[in-house]
């Protein structure tokens, strides 16, 4: 534990807690690659652990992970643990270049409309479209028109493939050249007041981190502690900033000021935080 970030704090008590799921899905994410996608029972349980959640709420957690099919059970050598679902490398794969690319669109870049008609006997589809388009950051622009910036063309079209709605989807791109305000119309179609909001959170959880972190002087355990669930945390951010064009945004735009330090604390707090976690993994 430390006093400057307390892990626990990023999870709650209870095994109810939404963000339990998302820590179990990072620490896949990190560790489980270079384990043929898999992690034992006990290092899972060994590492929750270190963020102060207990047992119980971690296969409680799984459980849930598994019914939704990210994660599977399955046993090597005699040892019980969990494997990475099929597709769900792949969703992870995206998710590594999203958040640590933090690619932003220029004005030149344009824009990618979505729009699609879901019959009504297939209500389920129209629910899931929505839940993908909003997870992959676009914005709503009017009913059944979602906008997002052209850089994110191939990231849509693959997601949507995979999770096959592709049939029930137009995509277009193209520029806005009438009417009206852009900047006061970005403002409309994404949430960018609690995007700010998000993004001072996460400044004011983690800047006093960065005078120990980068003097070394924060133990393994320690940063495994910070470095979980601030990769956690950030995670969701870059999906709620689809990269819209600084011409658009706000001025002062704290999103960059944010991932400048969590670029910085990631690369000096994710060599000791993965040797405490990998000495967990192999040792159990």
Known sequence: MTAQVEPSSAVGTGGRDSRLGPLIVTLFALYARGEHNWLSVAAVIRLMADLGVEGQAVRSAVSRLKRRGVLRGERHEGAA????????????????VRVFER??????????????SVPESE????????????????????????AAPGILADETRRT?????????????????????????KVR???DLDGLTALYADFLERYRPVRERAAAGAIPAREAFGIHLPMLTEWRRLPYRDPGLPLSLLPP?????????????????????????????????
């Open 81 to 96: 643990g969990y494997a990475v679902s099929a597709g769900t490398p792949q969703v992870l794969e995206d998710g590594v």
């Open 188 to 190: 409309e179609w994404w």
């Open 123 to 146: 209500r389920d589809k129209r629910h899931a479209l929505r839940t993908a388009l909003t997870r992959l950051g676009f914005g709503t622009a009017a009913p059944g028109v979602w």
């Open 160 to 184: 949507l493939q995979r999770l096959g709605l592709a049939p029930y989807v137009d995509i277009f791109a193209g520029e806005h050249f009438a009417f009206g305000d852009l900047s006061a």
């Open 252 to 284: 002062g735009w704290t999103g960059d000021t944010a991932g400048a330090l969590f670029e910085e604390l990631d690369r000096t707090l994710r060599g000791p935080a993965g040797a405490h976690a990998l000495s967990v993994v192999h040792t159990c």
């Open 103 to 116: 690619n932003r669109a220029a004005a030149g870049d344009g824009w990618l409309v979505v729009v699609f």
